[in-house]
């Protein structure tokens, strides 16, 4: 069965880099179609999708926060590492990754646990 | 960037009834719509894509519909495992969500 989990750190500083990563079972993201995103939710407010990679190291990328943003995959350790530079309270959330089947649209069908990730000095 | 907006934000319903959340978006997404529950704590969960598809093991008392730019996730007879919170979502664009509680 597929699964996923996040790890990374719990508490970054402001201007600090976080670096999370996404290690997977179940499937390939070597595998045509499938991909590994990463979408986040602050606490008591709604879900935002941050990144997407692609098997075909295909890479999407959230318009507002772009700049700010690298996705990359290990194939051969099942993982997709996630980093965000220039970390801000506001960034206080929850993240979580989730794989992606293509499907005419996106359709994130099975989801870490999530992991929060506090922005405080 | 398309927006999608639900209605309501927060929804007081009992066990047993027929509760419709709607979606909408800023311009046409033909069917390209899913919808999410979430639970306090919990990752969201797929219920439904292309907008109208259930997602394999997922109850028959929901289910979607809609297409362009009006969509709606409908629970036919409300369960107590119901209660909480639906997102929809198009590309990497989710709504803010609706909450459903008890009444």
């Known amino acids: 069965q597929i699964t996923l989990k996040e790890s990374g750190p719990t508490l970054v500083k402001p201007t600090q880099t976080l670096t999370l990563t996404c290690t997977f079972s179940g499937f390939s993201l070597s595998t045509s179609g499938v991909g590994v995103g990463w979408i986040r939710q602050p606490p008591g407010k709604a879900l935002e999708w941050l990144a997407l990679i692609y098997w075909n190291d295909d890479k999407r990328y959230s318009p507002s926060l772009k700049s700010r943003l690298t996705i990359t995959k290990d194939t051969s350790k099942n993982q997709v590492v996630l980093t965000m530079t220039n970390m801000d309270p506001v960034d206080t959330a929850t993240y979580y990754c989730a794989h992606h089947r293509t499907s005419g649209s996106w359709i994130f069908d099975y989801w870490g646990q999530g992991t929060l990730v506090t922005v405080s000095s | 960037d398309i927006q999608m907006t639900q209605s309501p934000s927060t929804l007081s319903a009992s066990v047993g009834d027929r509760v419709t959340i709607t979606c909408r978006a800023s311009?046409?997404?033909?069917?390209?719509l899913a919808w999410y529950q979430q639970k306090p704590g919990k990752a969201p969960k797929l219920l439904i894509y292309k907008a109208s598809s259930l997602e394999s093991g997922v109850p028959s008392r929901f289910s979607g519909s809609g297409s362009g730019t009006e969509f709606t996730l409908t629970i036919s007879s409300l369960q107590p495992d119901d209660f909480a919170t639906y997102y929809c979502?198009?590309?990497?664009?989710f709504g803010q969500g609706t909450k459903v509680e008890i009444k």
């Open positions: 979502q198009h590309l990497g664009t």
């Open positions: 311009q046409s997404i033909s069917s390209w």
